[in-house]
């Protein structure tokens, strides 16, 4: 990390930035935000990067949240449901973000959705998910309890999506996705931008550490409309998104 961080000067100098020192000890803050969930009695509540422990999802379902955990293989099922979620959400390689994986170093994203949950539903009677590419109809036929779709929405009017996001998506510019940890040390599928290409290489493992790391040159290319060093996050469905209102974008997934 401590290399990639030296690799990343240039960025910051081209940015006008102050690269942060690591945060090596950094836990994103868990405890507060299962602490939070509690509090709120979120009606459901869903993991990703990992399984939480047995006591974390007892006390979730205590206070009356469905709890659903993340995986990408029929593998990560079987260690997720060693802790009894109300149920699995299957991420295909095709979804865009961040992959759930328990696999950071070796995941490629090459596996489609209806293969993920084709493994995963394999494994158990409890109701699975399934995430990646926002075929609805046919994830549904093929055994799906509901889909889980991003890309769709990342133009929908109430999305927080940055507008030089949506214009890079809009621009045609930007044609490929690619599954990258260069952006936050945790892969996940983004536009192929100067970013990806100049760093995936050599990125490390090392969520959140990487995500602080990279987070000022982000915002500052972000402030000057630069799509060049941004995480544009999107799945390889990406050239099928339109704007519309979200109500509108939902009627059209399910049609
Ligand atoms: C911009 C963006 C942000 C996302 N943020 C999260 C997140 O915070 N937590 C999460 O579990 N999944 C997140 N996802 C992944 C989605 O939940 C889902 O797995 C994926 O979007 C489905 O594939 P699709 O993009 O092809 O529809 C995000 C996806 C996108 C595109």
Known sequence: MARYRDALRPEAERYGVELPPLGLTDDDHFAAKVELAIAYRIPLVSFTFGVPSAAVVRALRDAGSAVLITVTSGAEARRALTVEPAGLIAQGGSAGGHAATLDPAGYRGE?????????????????????????????????????????????????????????????????????????????????????????????????????????????????????????????????????????????????
């Open 111 to 255: 596996r489609g959705a209806p293969e993920v949950l084709a493994e995963v539903l394999a494994v158990t009677d409890r109701p699975v998910l399934a995430a990646g590419g926002g075929d609805v109809p046919g994830l549904r036929s093929a055994g799906a309890a509901a889909v889980q779709c991003g890309t769709a929405f990342l133009l929908a009017e109430e999305a927080g999506t940055r507008a030089v996001q949506r214009a890079a998506m809009r621009s045609g510019e930007f044609r490929e996705t690619v599954v990258t940890r260069a952006f936050t040390g945790q892969p996940a599928r983004a536009l192929r931008n100067r970013f990806v290409e100049a760093y995936s290489a050599i990125a490390p493992v090392g969520y959140p550490a990487i995500h602080h790391l990279t987070a000022p040159i982000r915002a500052a290319a972000a402030r000057q409309g630069d799509a060049s060093a941004l995480n544009l996050w999107a799945g390889v469905g990406h050239a099928t998104t339109r704007p519309g209102s979200t109500a509108a974008l939902v009627d059209e997934l399910q049609a």
